[in-house]
């Protein structure tokens, strides 16, 4: 199930900019790495994926842990 971020630029300071996203799944302890979504790459939909637009964050998780649970996000920026 994907994850929407409403207003993403409001979560961070004024004049950040986004350095980087990490999840991690409650069946897990482990921060993972959110790359770009890339459509054309080998890798697309085996980790997870995030994309932008219309003032939306969304992080796509891999095609095979589709499950419903409550991740948390880590948002890393730089002022």
């Not at 959110?34 to 998780?61: C, M, Q, R």
Request: aromatic share 14%.
């Amino acid at each position: 199930m994907e994850i929407d971020i409403y207003n993403l630029f409001s979560l961070l300071p004024q004049g950040a900019f986004l350095k980087s996203i990490y999840i991690k799944r409650e069946s897990t302890n482990t921060w993972d790495l959110v790359s770009p979504l890339d459509w054309t790459s080998p890798n697309y939909g085996k980790a997870h994926e995030w994309s932008y637009g219309n003032g939306i964050l969304v992080l796509f998780p891999p095609i095979t842990n589709m499950g419903n649970d409550n991740p948390d996000v880590k948002l890393v920026y730089c002022n």
